[in-house]
């Protein structure tokens, strides 16, 4: 079996744009916001890089196809430059690709980076219809609420949940992340919420109300990766944020064939944490991992992560949720940035900027919102429909622990 990539990797240099409705900036303005700040943090120049890897997802709204986009907004030096899309998994695919063109000795240094510029649209959720010729014939009026709010009663009836008691843990998690929110300077959304504002907003698709959804984002986001001894060469040899295992699983066709998935988890996360698990040398999740960044496209899809990634026993997940081991002074802490939810959701940034918390973590640097001395964090993204998706998981920690 393949060993992985742990401990070959290191991000020197991470940036994020402010997320929110960015009227002000063109998709170009926010490379460069966040390509200015990673850059500034690596302590290296635009020349030194001789790698990149671009996220965009909704091509067609934004910069068009193709590298040409990234390469003339940072006046790369003639680089390669790979454009990448995997719904909302495409910022962790960009991370990917660059850890592994280092890790491969392809690269020296990698530039990973993601966009998205949703909100000039003017509409309110994601505005493509490109899902392939026969996912129209099959699906033809899915909606993301729609199919989430399924897994939400997939999930009530497979653990004997009752539907108030599933909802009351619902929004706790959509409180959770106001409250985080709050204290995260570049998140788009910064009000604190009350529970019972959560609980009484309008229904989207039952049992899913408004706050248990996330909305998009304009927002960049970018990491610079290389070898852990060119990272030593380039003085950063104190500070090395190793990738500890990079995963991917993506959905068959299982889930919506037959009967063997009920529809009451993401069968794609369980894979991949797996994996993820073995790559990073994990045996115990609960113990080892200081931090976790989700998915939380809806407040459902969190509380099924968590079972998913072996953080709660099955049926216990909205258990532990309203007994606050997933608050910012829990046992595992999870988006203490705000999430999706409230950080924000530029479909091709956001996997980039749940690395950048845990980056920010890991270095002590979160200011508000930092935590006590996290070691390990992981990274999830879920791209699709509970019944058909993509799954990415990265797992960071430091050089050598």
């Not at 709050?182 to 959304?189: D, E, G």
């Not at 009350?194 to 990491?223: H, N, Q, R, W």
Request: proline share 4%; net charge negative.
């Amino acid at each position: 079996m393949a060993k992985g990539i742990r401990d070959k990797v290191v991000i020197i240099g991470m940036g994020c744009s402010r997320f929110g409705e960015r009227w002000d900036c063109s998709a170009e303005d926010l490379l460069v916001e966040a390509f200015e700040e990673a850059t500034r943090d690596a302590g290296i120049d635009r020349d030194d890089i001789d790698g990149a890897w671009f996220g965009l997802c909704m091509e067609e709204q934004n910069l068009g196809k193709s590298g040409l986009a990234l390469s003339h907004s940072l006046r790369l030096p003639n680089i390669p430059v790979t454009r990448v899309e995997n719904l909302c998994a495409t910022g962790s695919e960009a991370l990917r690709g660059a850890a592994y063109a280092v890790a491969s000795g392809a690269t020296d240094i990698a530039l990973a980076i993601g966009v998205e510029k949703l909100k000039d649209t003017g509409y309110g959720g994601l505005p493509e219809r490109a899902k392939g010729t026969f996912n129209e014939l099959w699906q033809p009026s899915a909606t993301a609420p729609g199919s989430f709010a399924q897994l939400a009663s997939a999930y009530s009836a497979r653990h004997d949940v009752p539907m108030e008691q599933l909802k009351e843990a619902m929004a706790h998690i959509s409180w959770k992340s106001h409250e985080n929110g709050v204290k995260n300077p570049k998140a788009h959304l910064r009000r604190r919420l009350s529970k019972e504002g959560i609980t009484k907003a309008p229904m989207i698709a039952y049992p899913l109300g408004l706050f248990d959804c996330c909305g998009v984002s304009d927002g960049a986001a970018c990491a610079i990766v290389t070898t852990p001894e060119i990272a030593k060469k380039l003085g950063r040899a104190n500070s090395q944020i190793a990738v500890k295992a990079a995963q991917v699983a993506v959905s068959n066709g299982m889930e919506m064939a037959h009967g063997s998935w009920d529809g009451s988890y993401a069968h794609t996360t369980r894979i991949a944490a797996e994996r993820a698990y073995r790559e990073a040398g994990i045996e115990d999740p609960v113990a080892e991992i200081d931090m976790v960044e989700v998915h939380d496209c809806f407040s459902i899809t969190e509380l099924v992560t968590m079972e998913d990634l072996g953080l709660s026993r099955p049926g216990q997940g909205w258990q532990d949720v309203l007994a606050g081991k997933f608050d910012a002074d829990g046992t595992v802490p999870c988006n203490i940035d705000g999430g999706l939810k409230c950080f924000g959701h530029p479909i091709g940034a956001s996997g980039l900027r749940m690395v950048y918390e845990a980056y920010l973590q890991l270095n002590g640097r979160a200011d508000d919102r930092q935590l006590a001395q996290p070691r390990l964090a992981l990274t999830h993204n879920l791209g699709g429909f509970p019944n058909s998706n993509i799954c990415s998981i990265t797992v960071l920690g430091f050089l050598g622990d």
